[in-house]
């Protein structure tokens, strides 16, 4: 378990850290029954809502739907999960928005019609208080356990972050960085960077390399374009020092880094562990790249053969909460083949119809008074049934594959309104990765396990 890290003199952080500890304590413990038996009906109303057609659902249930056969619905009489009694301490001291943030399930089989089901759940930890883009909050986390008939056939981890809602319109968090305006021309850069890796576009026509990206080759004009990972090595080609005015997220004063890198383009970041005063124009420099949150991850630099680890930007967790540093390899990105989009438009119906087809009668995705109250634009589509479409995507791009697993990560809010764009490749016979962007940036980052 990772404990709430501890803040002395604060009365409601102890009793969250010695009511975690209790949970903890507790180990795997029976869960609220499954209140019915896996069944067409449901499935039924699951699969329509979803858009999902794949004829396997008339003998077996869609794998991603088992947390809806667990779920409580509207009888709120009885317990949801283990961690209850820490999400309504937290609803009482005014963190009354929720929202989850993560999702890892593992699939042993596909549920047959007809078969009952009983769960387990432990408590998997409390970590917070934490700045987040929604505002001040705790994450929680559980994991779940499914049987039938004795037999384990899913288990799953699930996290949430319980958070104080701001006042509607009110700032972002304070110190928390801008985000990047992330599109078609520069996805696969920022997903290079969480992926560990930093990439440049280069022309699939004529190969030069080109950063920033574009739509267009500079040299030959052709718009089919590719991309390579790169070194990180180089030099520093010009500098700044930044010390006024002030800027969320950063320390000043700060060095601005412009450099050179050896494959023959430059790069923007600042330069780490180097006093402004022992700054050299010429000087060699590596990459690093630095998680500053949840979501971010921006490729910065520092002189080469040094290795300091990079001190965390105001409002990103501590080193040991998450911050974590990559330096760059020289591996080559694997080959991996792409899959088609799927485009889902996110009209109030669906996000309405999906959330109670999974059982979510959470208000924040039907109730629009609720959920601006909290600080959302609008209702936003739960993750179960971002789950259910992750799913709903894969298999409908690989017919007859079978799945061992679904792990997603919630980016931002995906408004009723807006359209989810799903696309995905498949890096071997074994794994998949889908990214759903909507108009905000990305959703929801998800790896799915095939069975061999």
């Keep these: 378990m990772t404990a709430a890290s501890p803040r002395r003199g604060d009365a409601l952080h102890d009793r969250l850290t010695v009511l975690a500890e209790e949970l903890t304590a507790l180990g795997e413990r029976p869960a609220g029954p499954c209140p019915d038996p896996v069944n067409a009906p449901m499935i039924r109303n699951w699969t329509q809502a979803l858009g999902d057609h794949d004829a396997r659902w008339a003998e077996t249930a869609p794998p991603a739907m088992i947390q809806v056969w667990s779920m409580p619905g509207l009888n709120r009489d009885k317990p949801g999960t283990i961690a209850d009694r820490i999400l309504a301490l937290l609803n009482e001291s005014g963190f009354t928005g929720v929202v989850a943030t993560n999702c890892e399930q593992t699939y042993d089989r596909y549920l047959r019609h007809g078969e009952e089901l009983r769960s387990t759940m432990r408590f998997g930890g409390l970590t917070g208080p934490k700045r987040t883009g929604l505002g001040e909050g705790y994450f929680v986390t559980w994991h779940q356990t499914w049987y039938a008939e004795g037999e384990r056939v899913a288990e799953m981890m699930f996290r949430v972050l319980k958070f104080r809602p701001r006042a509607a319109g009110g700032p972002p968090a304070k110190g928390r960085r801008a985000r990047p ?21 280069r022309c699939a026509e004529c190969g030069r390399l080109r950063h920033p990206p574009g739509p267009m080759c500079p040299e030959c004009h052709a718009t089919k374009r590719e991309h390579v990972t790169v070194s990180g090595r180089g030099t520093l080609h010009s500098y700044v020092v930044h010390h006024h005015p002030p800027v969320p997220g950063f320390d000043p004063p700060f060095v601005v880094a412009l ?24 000087m ?27 001190p965390p930007a105001q409002g990103a967790e501590p080193a040991a909460q998450g911050a974590e540093s990559v330096a760059q390899g020289t591996e080559p990105a694997k080959a991996a083949a792409e899959l088609a989009a799927l485009s889902v ?16 009668f959470t208000p924040v995705h039907h109730d629009t008074a609720l959920a601006r109250a909290q600080g959302s634009t609008d209702i936003f589509l739960n993750i179960l049934t971002t789950m259910g479409l992750v799913q709903r995507y894969v298999l409908e791009r690989l017919p007859g594959a079978v799945l061992e697993g679904v792990s997603v990560r919630l980016g931002v809010p995906a408004y009723a309104g807006d359209t989810l764009t799903l696309t995905g490749r498949a890096l071997d016979d074994r794994t998949v990765e889908v990214r759903g962007a909507v108009s905000l940036g990305d959703h929801a980052i998800a790896t799915v396990r095939l069975k061999g």
């Design 345 to 360: 438009d996110l009209t109030p119906t669906f996000v309405i119809s999906t959330a109670l087809a999974t059982r979510d």
């Design 284 to 310: 060699p420099v590596e990459a690093v790249l630095q998680k500053i949150d949840d979501d971010l991850v921006l490729p910065q630099w520092r002189p080469a053969g040094s290795a300091p680890k990079p």
């Design 259 to 282: 450099v050179d890198l050896e494959e023959g383009v430059r790069m923007v970041g600042d330069l780490l562990g180097c006093p402004p005063d022992q700054v050299r124009i010429g």
């Design 181 to 201: 305006a992330i599109g078609p021309d520069t996805r696969f850069f920022w997903d290079g960077l969480r992926d560990g890796e930093l990439r440049v576009q």
